[in-house]
C-alpha cells in the first residue's frame, strides 16, 4: 500500500517523494486507488500556506487576529492568493491544467469529429482556446481563494483537492478509456474496484464529518460537473482521456472553490 501511494504521490504531485522504483503497468492501476490520498496531502498544503500566509501578512499591516474587526490595515488577501496559486499550480506541476488546455483545444478544435478531436489532444502545444481557459480558471480560483481569506473560511481548502481527485476514481470506474492503448485503459484494467468504491466511500463520510452542511453543496457542484463533463465525453469520444480526465481536476476546484465562497457569504 505504502508503495502504491509513493507512486500515486509522485505522479500526480511535484513533490519530494521517495523514489518507488520501476512501475509496471498493474501498479499504476493500483496506485489510482490512492489519488484522493494524494489530494487530501495537496490539500493541507495549501491550507497550512493559507494559514501561514495570512498570520505573516497580519502582523505586517499590524491586524492581530484576522476576523476579528480590530485596528490597523487590511491584509493584501490578492497578493496572498497569488502565492497561494502559484504554490498549487506548483505542486501539482501543472498537470491538470495541461489536460484543460488541451481539451478545450480539442473540443473546439475538433469540430466534433471523434479522431480529429484526438489528434489535437496529442498536440503538445497549446492553441489560443487553451491559454483562454488556463487564464479564465486561474481567475476564477485567485478571486475564490482571496474571498474566501477575506472571510476566514478557508477550512474548504482541505477537502476540495481530495473531492476533485475522488472525481477521477468515480470516472475510471463508470467509463471507458477513449484509446485502447491510452494511460486510461491500463489504470482501469489494474484498479481494484472495491479498493476504489471502498475509498470513495470514505472519502465522502471524512469530507461531509468535516465541512457540515457545505459539503452537500460542493459535491452537488462537482457531480453536476462530472455528469455534464462525462456525457461530453461519451458523445464526442466514446470515453475519457488522460487530458479529459485532467480539465475534470480543474473544473471541479474551481467551481467547488466558488461554492465555497457562496457558503462563507454573511447568511
Known amino acids: 500500500m505504502w508503495r502504491n501511494f509513493l507512486i500515486a504521490g509522485r505522479f500526480l504531485t511535484r513533490l519530494p ?27 493541507l498544503i495549501i491550507w497550512g500556506l493559507v494559514v501561514w500566509s495570512l498570520s505573516v501578512l497580519s502582523a505586517q499591516v499590524g491586524v492581530p487576529d484576522l476576523g476579528s474587526g480590530g485596528g490597523g490595515h487590511s491584509p493584501p488577501y490578492g497578493v496572498a492568493a497569488a502565492l497561494v496559486l502559484v504554490a498549487w499550480v506548483w505542486l501539482t506541476g501543472g498537470l491538470h ?7 478545450t483545444d480539442a473540443w473546439i478544435g475538433g469540430l466534433g469529429d ?14 489560443s482556446f487553451g491559454v483562454m481557459a488556463l487564464v479564465l480558471v486561474l481567475l476564477c480560483k485567485w478571486t475564490a481563494l482571496s474571498a474566501l481569506m477575506t472571510a476566514g473560511a478557508t477550512a474548504s481548502l482541505i477537502w476540495i483537492p481530495v473531492l476533485a481527485r475522488a472525481q477521477l476514481l468515480v470516472l475510471f470506474l463508470t467509463t471507458l478509456s477513449a484509446r485502447p492503448d491510452g ?5 482501469r484494467a489494474h484498479l481494484p474496484r472495491t479498493a476504489a468504491w471502498s475509498w470513495l ?22 457531480g453536476i460537473l462530472f455528469l455534464v463533463l462525462r456525457r461530453s465525453m461519451m458523445i464526442r469520444l466514446g470515453g475519457f482521456s488522460g487530458d479529459t480526465a485532467g480539465a475534470l ?14 457558503f462563507s457569504l454573511p447568511q
Open 249 to 262: 481536476v480543474e473544473l471541479s476546484e474551481a467551481l467547488m472553490l466558488a461554492m465555497a465562497v457562496f
Open 17 to 43: 517523494i521517495p523514489d518507488p522504483g520501476p512501475v509496471s503497468e498493474p501498479d499504476l492501476g493500483r496506485s489510482a486507488v490512492f489519488f484522493p490520498l494524494v489530494g487530501l496531502l495537496l490539500g
Open 97 to 103: 491544467l495541461d489536460g484543460l488546455a488541451d481539451t
Open 183 to 187: 494511460m486510461g485503459t491500463t489504470v
Open 201 to 222: 466511500v470514505v472519502t465522502l463520510v471524512a469530507s461531509a464529518l468535516y465541512l457540515g452542511t457545505e459539503w452537500l453543496g460542493l459535491v452537488a457542484t462537482a
Open 114 to 127: 471523434r479522431n480529429r478531436t484526438l489528434n489535437i489532444m496529442r498536440d503538445p502545444g497549446s492553441g
